[in-house]
């Protein structure tokens, strides 16, 4: 299987701890996506990466949040010192660079804070 | 600011008959409109897109229309069939290279 992989599906944690998520793109794919989803909302833009470089932040994106993708392959989202509001599901996408707009979407990872 | 609204939260329609949803955005710089598919418990994948350029684009069952003056584009399906039962997101691109969604209508397609 060749889709985008995220690690780990399901997180819960209690509040103020750290969590990290794992997303493997598409091999051929140079960009790299992360997308929060919550209740009743469509997927809103976190952030993005062409390569290794991380090009565009939301300001969705706290200071608590840091995504990395070292070498150009996987990616990793850490939220630091979690809050309740944090919960949702995290979505990771790749695609290629130059394309219509269709992104390709892993299963996704849901963040439980208690 | 939401530039890509969904304002059906839900559609219930028969098997067979055709589904429409709609979709309004409010950027007149969107390059391309998709939708996507999502169902319970997995990430969206993609269904159909169409270009900004066109205003008719349709892959078997599924049409997509796009009324630029108007800033709406509409999804059809036809016949609609149980295993559509999904909730169905608008996105639209740009060329800061990310999709916006809008919030999603729920279809339920029943016998």
Sequence with gaps: DTGVSQNPRHKITKRGQNVTFRCDPISEHNRLYWYRQTLGQGPEFLTYFQNEAQLEKSRLLSDRFSAERPKGSFSTLEIQRTEQGDSAMYLCASSRQGGTGELFFGEGSRLTVL | ?111
């Excluded at chain 2, 990430?43 to 892959?59: A, Q, R, V, W, Y």
């Design chain 2, 1 to 111: 600011d939401q530039q890509v609204k969904q304002n059906s939260p839900s559609l219930s329609v028969q098997e067979g008959r055709i589904s429409i949803l709609n979709c309004d955005y409010t950027n007149s710089m969107f390059d391309y409109f998709l939708w996507y598919k999502k169902y319970p418990a997995e990430g969206p994948t993609f269904l159909i897109s169409i270009s900004s350029i066109k205003d008719k684009n349709e892959d078997g069952r599924f049409t997509v229309f796009l009324n630029k003056s108007a800033k709406h584009l509409s999804l059809h399906i036809v016949p609609s069939q149980p295993g559509d039962s999904a909730v169905y997101f608008c996105a639209a691109f740009y060329n800061t290279d990310k999709l916006i969604f809008g919030t999603g209508t729920r279809l339920q397609v029943f016998p």
